[in-house]
């Protein structure tokens, strides 16, 4: 089976361009979930997508946003990029069915350097 | 969700049991214990849960104390791959696709 595959896995951006990021879940994962690494902060939640809606939202600003499609593969998107907002983005799925498979599995990771 | 509370640092010698603390002394009644590890610039893997039973699976044992304050991550027999931080989150079982990572335990496996 396939694991939880990122694209791209490196990325450069220039401060206040925009970046999409993609990430494709196991097949027959309907929840999406979005972290963000960064040596300071550790490791925190973003948001949730499930079935194509936001489920739940971390603490982060407006500038990021992200989507879920039909197929369950989602993206996310910065706008108006910031030097602190560079970092490895990372995405992880799960299948959340009857048998409670609650445990999320993770992807490689995108990491972003903002300049 | 409750918090938790890890050692910063471990040190294991190879083929050796690998016992990772954690407390979570404000656990509440049904709330989960996961365990994850992230091995260096990889994305974070999923190692076991666990609510009340000691479980058991091809990675690792989870044994959660009878007051559920606190368990025990065992790994049997450490080998070097097994060099990773390694965190101890709690939740319920709606907010496991939130995941609230603390630091961790820098667990370090040595010759």
């Known amino acids: 089976k396939a694991g939880v595959t990122q694209t791209p896995r490196y990325l450069i951006k220039t401060r206040g361009q925009q970046v999409t990021l993609s990430c494709s879940p196991i097949s027959g994962h309907r929840s999406v979930s979005w972290y963000q690494q960064t040596p300071g902060q550790g490791l925190q939640f973003l948001f949730e997508?499930?079935?194509?809606?936001?489920?739940n939202k971390g603490n982060f600003p407006g500038r990021f946003s992200g989507r879920q499609f039909s197929n369950s593969r989602s993206e996310m998107n910065v706008s108006t990029l910031e030097l602190g907002d560079s970092a490895l983005y990372l995405c992880a799925s799960s299948r959340e069915d009857l048998l409670s498979s609650y445990e999320q599995y993770f992807g490689p990771g995108t990491r972003l350097t903002v300049t | 969700d409750a918090k938790t509370t890890q050692p910063p640092s471990m040190d294991c010698a190879e083929g050796r049991a690998a016992n990772l603390p954690c407390n979570h002394s404000t656990i509440s009644g049904n709330e989960y214990v996961y365990w994850y590890r992230q091995i260096h610039s990889q994305g974070p893997q999923y190692i076991i849960h666990?609510?009340?039973n000691n479980e058991t699976n091809e990675m690792a044992s989870l044994i959660i104390t009878e007051d559920r304050k606190s368990s025990t991550l065992i790994l049997p027999h450490a080998t070097l791959r097994d060099t990773a931080v390694y965190y101890c989150?709690?939740?319920?079982?709606?907010?496991?696709?939130?995941?609230?990572f603390g630091t961790g335990t820098r667990l370090q496996v040595t010759l």
């Open positions: 666990g609510l009340k």
């Open positions: 997508y499930f079935s194509e809606t936001q489920r």
């Open positions: 989150i709690v939740g319920y079982t709606g907010t496991a696709s939130k995941l609230t």
